[in-house]
C-alpha cells in the first residue's frame, strides 16, 4: 500500500513501542518509482434509473444528491472550515462540509439569482449579486451579503443598484460588479459627487463593445491571485477577456481577449484568437503550476476552465494557450462526447455539461459541478 502523492520516492521504516514512542527506524538507499496517476471521479449523484435528477437531497456526502451548480467555490481553513459552496440555477446555494461529511442547504432561494458569489479576502462574508429585473435603477438591492459568524443564516441587503450577475471583492477592499445591460463592469461608490456629497457607482466599461449586437449579458469575474488583473467570461461571450488592476485608482481597466473570439463557438485546442469555446462560458480557476515556479516565471497560474457545451475542462496558460485537461474521452467508440464516465481523464472520462469549477489547493483536486449529471465530480492526482 502506498499513500497518496508519495512523490520523494523515500522509503523509511519506523517501530513504535506499546506508547507510541519511535525505538528505531531505518531510511532504505533505494528509492520508489512513484508514478502519479490522474483520475475523475464522482464525490455526489443520485439519479433515477432514466438517469434524472431526484433535487438536491442534504444529508451524509455518501447518501446525497445534488441537482446543479452553475457556480463553485472551496474554503479551508484549518481546524475552522473545509467546504465547498455551491451556487445553483433558482435552488438557493448550498454547502458541502467536509468536516461534518456532510451536504446541506445554506441560503434557500429568496432572490431572482442566486448562483454567482464570491467572498472578501478573510472569507467571513458571503456576497451574492441579484437580477432584481431593474436593468437601470438604484432602487432594489443587487448585492446581498451573509457573514460566516451567524453561519451564513441571514441575508442583508448590501448593496442597491441595477440588476447583477457578476461579483467581485478585491483584497484592497473595493467591490465590483457586472450588470445586464450591456455587460457593464462596476466599481461600487466609485465615484464622489461634491453636489449630491454622496459616493455613486462608476462604470468602467462594457463588454457589450466587443459584441456587434450585445445588450443583456451575464458576465462572471475572476480574480487572480496576485490580485493584478481579472478574467472575465460569460453565457454570451466566447472568449476570455483579460482586465488588468488599476491599484493606485482601485479600478480594472478596459481589457483584451486572451483567447477565443467573442463571436464565433466551437471547438479549437489553440493559442489566442485561434481558439475556440463554447458560447455558454460560466467559471474558471486559477491553480498555481509548479513548473513555472520553478522556472521562475512572473505568472506562475493556468486557468482551468468549464467549457459546457463542449462537455469538458480546458486548459489555458498566462499566454493564452489553449488545451484539453479532462473530458471528451472515447469519442470515437459511439460518435458522442458527452456522457457520465470516471477513470483516466483524457483517455475515460466523460462529462454532460460542467458548470462550476474550484480547486482545492491542499489536496491537489479539483471539483466539478454537472447540469445534466446532476453531479459533483472530483479530479485529483494520486
Same mark, same amino acid.
Given at each position: 500500500?502506498?499513500?497518496?502523492?508519495?512523490?520523494?520516492?523515500?522509503?523509511?521504516?519506523?517501530?513504535?513501542?506499546?506508547?507510541?514512542?519511535?525505538?528505531?527506524?531505518?531510511?532504505?538507499?533505494?528509492?520508489?518509482?512513484?508514478?502519479?496517476?490522474?483520475?475523475?471521479?464522482?464525490?455526489?449523484?443520485?439519479?433515477?434509473?432514466?438517469?434524472? +435528477?431526484?433535487?438536491?437531497?442534504?444529508? &451524509?456526502? @455518501?447518501?446525497?444528491?445534488?441537482?446543479?451548480?452553475?457556480?463553485?467555490?472551496?474554503?479551508?481553513?484549518?481546524?475552522?472550515?473545509?467546504?465547498?459552496?455551491?451556487? +445553483?440555477?433558482?435552488?438557493?446555494?448550498?454547502?458541502?462540509?467536509?468536516?461534518?461529511?456532510?451536504?446541506?442547504?445554506?441560503? &434557500?432561494? %429568496?432572490?431572482?439569482?442566486?448562483?454567482?458569489?464570491?467572498?472578501?479576502?478573510?472569507?467571513?462574508?458571503?456576497?451574492?449579486?441579484?437580477?432584481?429585473?431593474?436593468?437601470?435603477?438604484?432602487?432594489?438591492?443587487?448585492?446581498?451579503?451573509?457573514?460566516?459568524? @451567524?453561519?451564513? +443564516?441571514?441575508?442583508?441587503?448590501?448593496?442597491?443598484? &441595477?440588476?447583477?450577475?457578476?461579483?467581485?471583492?478585491?483584497?484592497?477592499?473595493?467591490?465590483?460588479?457586472?450588470?445586464?445591460?450591456?455587460?457593464?463592469?462596476?466599481?461600487?461608490?466609485?465615484?464622489?459627487?461634491?453636489?449630491?456629497?454622496?459616493?455613486?457607482?462608476?462604470?468602467?466599461?462594457?463588454?457589450?463593445?466587443?459584441?456587434?449586437?450585445?445588450?443583456?449579458?451575464?458576465?462572471?469575474?475572476?480574480?487572480?491571485?496576485?490580485?493584478?488583473?481579472?478574467?472575465?467570461?460569460?453565457?454570451?461571450?466566447?472568449?476570455?477577456?483579460?482586465?488588468?488592476?488599476?491599484? %493606485?485608482?482601485?479600478?480594472?481597466?478596459?481589457?483584451?481577449?486572451?483567447?477565443?473570439?467573442?463571436?464565433?463557438?466551437?471547438?479549437?485546442?489553440?493559442?489566442?484568437?485561434?481558439?475556440?469555446?463554447?458560447?455558454?462560458?460560466?467559471? +474558471?480557476?486559477?491553480?498555481?503550476?509548479?513548473?513555472?515556479?520553478?522556472?521562475?516565471? @512572473?505568472?506562475?497560474?493556468?486557468?482551468?476552465?468549464?467549457?459546457?457545451?463542449?462537455?469538458?475542462?480546458?486548459?489555458?496558460? &498566462? @499566454?493564452?494557450?489553449?488545451?484539453?485537461?479532462?473530458?471528451?474521452?472515447?469519442?470515437?467508440?459511439?460518435?458522442?462526447?458527452?456522457?457520465?464516465?470516471?477513470?483516466?481523464?483524457?483517455?475515460?472520462?466523460?462529462?454532460?455539461?460542467?458548470?462550476?469549477?474550484?480547486?482545492?489547493?491542499?489536496?491537489?483536486?479539483?471539483?466539478?459541478?454537472?447540469?445534466?449529471?446532476?453531479?459533483?465530480?472530483?479530479?485529483?492526482?494520486?
Amino acid at each position: 500500500m502506498v499513500p497518496k502523492r508519495a512523490y520523494s520516492g523515500e522509503v523509511k521504516v519506523s517501530i513504535e513501542d506499546a506508547g507510541g514512542n519511535v525505538v528505531a527506524s531505518h531510511v532504505f538507499d533505494d528509492t520508489f518509482d512513484y508514478h502519479k496517476k490522474t483520475t475523475v471521479g464522482t464525490l455526489i449523484r443520485k439519479v433515477d434509473e432514466r438517469g434524472l +435528477g431526484l433535487g438536491n437531497i442534504a444529508g &451524509p456526502i @455518501e447518501e446525497a444528491a445534488f441537482q446543479t451548480g452553475a457556480f463553485l467555490r472551496y474554503n479551508y481553513k484549518e481546524g475552522e472550515y473545509d467546504e465547498i459552496i455551491c451556487g +445553483g440555477w433558482n435552488s438557493g446555494i448550498h454547502i458541502v462540509d467536509f468536516m461534518k461529511g456532510t451536504f446541506d442547504l445554506l441560503i &434557500p432561494y %429568496q432572490h431572482t439569482q442566486m448562483r454567482t458569489f464570491d467572498f472578501t479576502a478573510d472569507c467571513d462574508t458571503l456576497l451574492i449579486p441579484d437580477d432584481n429585473y431593474d436593468a437601470y435603477s438604484n432602487a432594489l438591492p443587487n448585492i446581498y451579503y451573509s457573514v460566516r459568524s @451567524e453561519g451564513f +443564516g441571514r441575508l442583508r441587503p448590501y448593496h442597491y443598484g &441595477p440588476c447583477a450577475f457578476g461579483v467581485l471583492s478585491t483584497p484592497d477592499h473595493h467591490l465590483f460588479y457586472s450588470t445586464w445591460n450591456r455587460g457593464a463592469i462596476v466599481k461600487a461608490n466609485g465615484t464622489y459627487n461634491a453636489a449630491t456629497k454622496q459616493w455613486e457607482d462608476k462604470t468602467l466599461f462594457e463588454v457589450a463593445t466587443f459584441m456587434r449586437a450585445g445588450n443583456g449579458m451575464r458576465m462572471h469575474m475572476i480574480l487572480h491571485p496576485s490580485g493584478k488583473f481579472m478574467y472575465i467570461l460569460g453565457p454570451a461571450m466566447m472568449a476570455i477577456l483579460k482586465s488588468e488592476y488599476d491599484a %493606485q485608482n482601485h479600478e480594472f481597466l478596459y481589457p483584451t481577449v486572451l483567447c477565443g473570439a467573442p463571436e464565433a463557438s466551437g471547438y479549437v485546442e489553440a493559442t489566442g484568437s485561434m481558439a475556440r469555446f463554447s458560447q455558454f462560458l460560466l467559471q +474558471g480557476v486559477f491553480v498555481k503550476n509548479r513548473d513555472y515556479e520553478r522556472q521562475g516565471k @512572473e505568472d506562475i497560474y493556468d486557468f482551468y476552465l468549464s467549457d459546457p457545451y463542449n462537455h469538458c475542462i480546458r486548459r489555458i496558460t &498566462p @499566454e493564452g494557450s489553449v488545451s484539453l485537461f479532462a473530458g471528451r474521452s472515447n469519442s470515437t467508440a459511439d460518435g458522442s462526447i458527452f456522457g457520465y464516465v470516471d477513470g483516466d481523464p483524457l483517455k475515460e472520462a466523460r462529462f454532460w455539461q460542467p458548470q462550476g469549477i474550484t480547486y482545492d489547493e491542499r489536496n491537489e483536486t479539483f471539483y466539478v459541478a454537472e447540469w445534466d449529471n446532476h453531479s459533483l465530480r472530483y479530479i485529483t492526482t494520486e
